[in-house]
């Protein structure tokens, strides 16, 4: 356990759905972190929170859109997604963006049909 | 830009000692990581370095030259729950924004043998 949750950890949607990913950490840290494994793939980042502000966003499709409410909370809606999106999306929290070590969830497993 | 490569696959027997190597081609540098990960499951840390030299953990020690550009991990007295993909992660330099990102390579699945 690394303090870091992920809700669904699986997941199979149509093409046409709209579903959302959420991750939830118990660390008191203040930067919250999207990433994309795929297979074969270094871990690509997707979307940094810092505070609940987004500070960097890697020129990801708009189909995809994140959402931080709190310091504690970060969520990853999706909706018409492509079948090349199917992957493992993690999600991972730092006690800032200044401090590296990051500790990472168990991932959400996402088919797109 | 950013580059860091890694072997992709290694097998190596329970009981011996295994190397995994990573170099690095970023642009500024502000330390190196080395992440676990057993698959279906998250990264977890294993080690950070980011000065020039060895830093032992237990089994596991990480070694950085950064005039190199080269890191690697060691694994002594292999057990078969060290079976995982071994991730490097650099962070290049401050992106700005106050962000720091990790660049990570593909990782190294290392398989542990009887």
């Known amino acids: 356990e690394t303090g870091v949750t992920q809700t669904p950890r699986h997941l199979v949607m149509g093409m046409t759905n709209k579903k959302s990913l959420k991750c939830e950490q118990h660390?008191?840290?203040?930067?919250m972190y999207w990433y994309k494994q795929s297979a074969k793939k270094p871990l690509e980042l997707m979307f940094v929170y810092s505070l609940e502000e987004r500070v960097e966003n890697n020129s990801v499709p708009s189909r995809f859109s994140p959402e931080c409410p709190n310091s504690s909370h970060l969520f990853l809606h999706l909706h018409t997604l492509q079948p090349e999106d199917s992957a493992l999306y993690l999600c991972?929290?730092?006690?800032?963006?200044?401090?590296?070590?990051?500790?990472f969830g168990p991932g959400t497993r996402l088919t797109v049909l | 830009g950013q580059n860091i490569d890694q072997p992709t696959e290694m097998t190596a027997t329970e009981g011996a000692i295994v190397q995994i190597n990573c170099t690095y081609q970023t642009s500024g540098f502000n330390g190196l990581f080395w992440y676990q990960q057993h698959a279906g499951e998250a990264p977890t840390f294993l080690s950070y370095n980011v000065l020039d030299g060895l830093e032992e953990k237990g089994r596991f020690s990480s070694f950085l030259s950064r005039s190199k550009g080269y890191s690697y991990l060691l694994l002594k007295e292999l057990q078969m729950k060290d079976s995982a993909s071994y991730l490097c992660a650099v962070s290049p330099a401050y992106s700005g924004a106050g962000s720091y990102q990790l660049t990570f390579g593909k990782g190294t699945k290392l398989s542990v043998i009887p």
């Open positions: 660390l008191g840290h203040n930067a």
């Open positions: 991972a929290s730092s006690q800032d963006t200044q401090e590296n070590e990051q500790f």
